[in-house]
């Protein structure tokens, strides 16, 4: 069944009024994924560079900023493939706190001071940052205290008992059987449920308090973090990947939540999309599809946990492609390519009404990339939710192309690029001449700039928020792309140089400044303290 032949799981006709709209006024933010931000310690951390960068923002006029998945990443290192929907990335833990709180010595670190400064190296990251994070536990064993400011180490561990205990003995689990996924392990820990029973948890205790604790010294960061950019007037965006990695405490702990064959614990199918822009062959991502008459049995409680997850971490939620909502790509299990998928239902929009009815107030973005469908349209106009469009998609075509500036909608959020794409300098250089003389043409520049082009009419678009990627920002080419779908490995790695942002804030800061006066994007009232 061709994409406009699948079926819609929603009326054509939306309600008269949507559920959702919160957009309202016009604003500007930047993206950037915490594990970019400079330091010695491998990765970004929740350290003075963020700081540094709230700074940065604030300066320029900025009132978001807007962050990939902060969930402990898998293999592949994707934020968007992560072992819990809900845990917090240990990766973005600052050590040197932990020195200052006693807890290490410098000479920990120097494993992660040997390591790249100006990209991620994950598999050299891993054993250094997770043996200073098992040893930083076993000292605060010793001592017993809490430290300060996380709070109390008892409540954080019961406000979180819903999810945490089931992610830190899957983690330990994992470790216990030298890191195979969990469809691997004996029945007795098949799953989270049948674990309960077995004496394996008192085997794995300690190490699993140790995952427990790393979620306290997060979520301890990450608030103070939460506090600074409240502190200048600046809104964190996150990002709800649609799906769960199927080597996750999630599909651990809710086999029946998913599509999977009972004998084999693998799934029936898996998720991916068809040929598109990023694919000939489409995109097999592999995550296990939901079995959404289950969720909907439950009053989708489990999606509404999730949900209200995310936005205790972040004011605003994107939320992942949005289309797998109204219908999603199936693709049979062990099948090479997604060429051999097919559409099927999503849950529509009774799901989108369960999330109002639970969650009012908040704040979604839908990740509304690709075909929109009459069905996906249908369903956009119901909701309300912001959609998104990207200037990299807008040239080479006709004037009537979707993303073009003059015919976004205003209840949308422009970006120049996403993750996903090649930056703008990038992406120009090796566009074909027809895309590149429709840019000249349209934005009726010489090409010279062409960057710092695109951003201005990213700012000058009806879009009611326009977001940067920093790379953009500093006019950087391909050598500083973040991800490139379908690409396995060498993704992620990007981080920029203190340098360079200091550069950009000394050259740049009040010309989008000016950008933002000018186009009616009001910058933080606030002042940073």
Not at 166 to 188: C, I, R, V
Not at 345 to 374: Q, S
Not at 480 to 490: L, S
Request: with cysteine.
């Amino acid at each position: 069944m061709s994409n406009k032949e699948k079926p819609s799981s929603i009326p054509l006709v939306p309600p008269s009024a949507p559920l959702f709209g919160w957009l309202r006024s016009r604003s500007a933010g930047v993206l950037l994924h915490p594990t970019a931000l400079p330091n010695d310690q491998g990765v970004g951390v929740l350290d003075s560079a963020v700081d540094s960068f709230l700074e940065f923002l604030h300066a320029a006029g900025f009132r978001h900023w807007q962050i990939c998945p902060l969930g402990p990443t898998g293999y592949g290192d994707s934020p968007y493939q992560c072992f819990s929907a809900f845990a917090g990335n240990p990766y973005l833990i600052d050590l040197r706190a932990l020195v200052a709180a006693g807890l290490l010595t410098e000479s920990d670190l120097e494993p992660l001071h040997a390591l790249p400064r100006d990209q991620v190296d994950f598999g050299r990251l891993y054993p250094a940052k997770w043996t200073a994070l098992f040893q930083v536990h076993a000292a605060f064993k010793a001592c017993g205290r809490s430290i300060h400011p996380y709070g109390d180490f008892a409540t954080f561990r019961k406000a979180q008992a819903d999810w945490i205990e089931a992610y830190s003995f899957f983690m330990a689990l994992k470790d216990h059987f030298g890191g195979q996924p969990w469809w691997m392990w004996p029945e007795e820990v098949s799953s989270h449920t049948r674990a309960q029973t077995s004496p394996l948890l008192a085997v794995v205790a300690d190490r699993a308090e140790a995952y427990v604790f790393a979620q306290y010294l997060f979520f301890g960061q990450w608030q103070l973090v939460r506090a600074k950019a409240r502190a200048a007037g600046i809104e964190v965006i996150g990002d709800a990947p649609i799906f769960a990695a199927p080597d996750s405490a999630d599909v651990w702990t809710h086999p029946h939540l998913f599509q999977l064959d009972v004998r084999t614990r693998r799934p029936r199918a898996v998720a991916g999309c068809p040929p598109d822009y990023f694919s000939a062959d489409g995109q097999h991502w592999g995550n296990p599809l939901y079995d959404w008459p289950a969720h909907a049995a439950e009053g989708y409680a489990w999606w509404l946990a999730r949900l209200r997850a995310n936005l205790a971490l972040c004011d605003i939620v994107r939320l992942d492609h949005f289309r797998g909502f109204e219908a999603y790509w199936s693709i049979p299990a062990g099948a090479k390519t997604a060429r051999s998928g097919h559409w099927e239902n999503g849950p529509g929009l009774p799901f989108f009404r369960a999330v109002h009815d639970a969650l009012p107030d908040c704040r979604l973005i839908a990740e509304d990339l690709g075909e929109l469908t009459p069905g996906v349209l249908a369903m956009h106009e119901a909701t309300g939710l912001p959609g998104m469009a990207v200037l990299q998609f807008a040239f080479g075509g006709g004037s009537d192309n979707f993303y073009l500036p003059h015919n976004v909608r205003a209840n949308s959020v422009m970006y120049t690029g996403t993750h996903d794409n090649d930056t703008s300098l990038g992406w120009y250089r090796t566009a074909d001449e027809k895309a590149r003389d429709h840019v000249r043409r349209y934005l009726r520049v010489d090409g010279e700039g062409v960057g710092w082009d695109l951003i201005r009419a990213a700012y000058a678009s009806v879009s009611r928020l326009a977001v940067i990627p920093l790379q953009d920002l500093l006019a950087l080419g391909s050598e500083a792309r973040f991800n490139t779908p379908g690409k396995p490995d060498g993704n992620w790695q990007w981080r920029y140089e203190p340098r360079q942002l200091e550069k950009l804030r000394r050259e740049s800061a009040a010309y989008l400044r000016e950008l933002a006066s000018l186009y009616g994007r009001p910058i933080p009232a606030t002042t940073i303290p």
